[in-house]
């Protein structure tokens, strides 16, 4: 909260070696001296790491999106049962926006 306040006695400093290893720095400054509050190391992933994580991240959002799309259908299972009229007109709304817009150039 205090870097809110007084942004102008912080900054920041990121330096990268060659060997892709880097430390980001969070420093005050004061009417003396610089003193460093926080600092973080960073090493770079490898290719392999890098491609399980993105992986991962798709595989989880995948299943997120089936798991959205299940929760969907049942909904429009249980307005097709309780109100049909209800489910035509969200489905032609959905329909409406969902359709391809020209774009203007």
Partial sequence: MKCEKD???YYVMLTIDKDLTGILQIVQTSEYK?????AFDFQSASEEG???QITFKYGALKSKLSLMDG???DI?????IKNPSLLLQIQKSAAGRSSPRKRKY
């Fill in 34 to 38: 610089d003193i460093e509050m926080i």
């Fill in 76 to 80: 429009n299972e249980l307005i097709r």
């Fill in 50 to 52: 890098i491609r399980q």
């Fill in 7 to 9: 942004s102008q006695h």
């Fill in 71 to 73: 929760r969907l259908q």
